[in-house]
T-cell receptor
């Protein structure tokens, strides 16, 4: 158990509305990640953070923004949700030892 | 672009049979991880391999990293229904520390 929680776990929203997903960790890890998972695509990196206020884009960052004002929290925001952003979103942390990542339980987001 | 290709995409076997899942790439990885994911949950790390030719065993699961560090395999001996899940491989490179490339996954179903 990597001490990662995500909220909400499920959300249904309408096209055009803003949505914020929260990832919270209890182990003070420096690196945090947001992924989306869609059938046939595996996990794709949206954004990641390597410290407070230090973030960078992943391969599918368009339409998403992130913020990290505290070590323990990493927020993912969809400024104006679209149906193509219907997905399962996972947060992950990276322990100091290497590339190994540990994942939260996920948030299932449906945009109608 | 999927840098890591997993095969097969889907595998259905009877309890007690053996199975092998493959993860191939044209890229060289400094480490490669295997994860298992069950429905409604986040991926869980099974193993990390870092040395070309390395073989690791985890009970009935055997993981191998190719000599050139471009491919890996996961072999399950005498599969059990509890082995059912989505198996994901993920590779990391030295020039993208902390960032992983994931394969699309292999769905394994073991029936009693």
């Amino acid at each position: 158990d990597a001490g990662i929680t995500q909220s909400p776990r499920h959300k249904v929203t309408e096209t055009g509305t803003p949505v914020t997903l929260r990832c919270h960790q209890t182990e003070n890890h420096r690196y945090m990640y947001w992924y989306r998972q869609d059938p046939g695509h595996g996990l794709r990196l949206i954004h990641y953070s390597y410290g407070v206020k230090d973030t960078d884009k992943g391969e599918v960052s368009d339409g998403y923004s992130v913020s990290r004002s505290k070590t323990e929290d990493f927020l993912l925001t969809l400024e104006s949700a679209t149906s193509s952003q219907t997905s399962v979103y996972f947060c992950a942390i990276n322990r100091v030892e290497g590339h190994e990542q540990y994942f939260g339980p996920g948030t299932r987001l449906t945009v109608t | 672009t999927q840098l890591l290709e997993q095969s097969p995409q889907f595998l259905s076997i009877q309890e007690g049979e053996n199975l092998t899942v493959y993860c191939n790439s044209s890229s060289v990885f400094s480490s490669l991880q295997w994860y298992r994911q069950e429905p409604g949950e986040g991926p869980v790390l099974l193993v990390t391999v870092v040395t070309g030719g390395e073989v690791k065993k985890l009970k009935r699961l055997t993981f191998q990293f190719g000599d050139a560090r471009k491919d890996s395999s996961l072999h399950i001996t005498a599969a059990q229904p509890g082995d059912t899940g989505l198996y994901l491989c993920a590779g990391g490179t030295t020039d993208s520390w902390g960032k992983l490339q994931f394969g699309a996954g292999t769905q394994v179903v073991v029936t009693p």
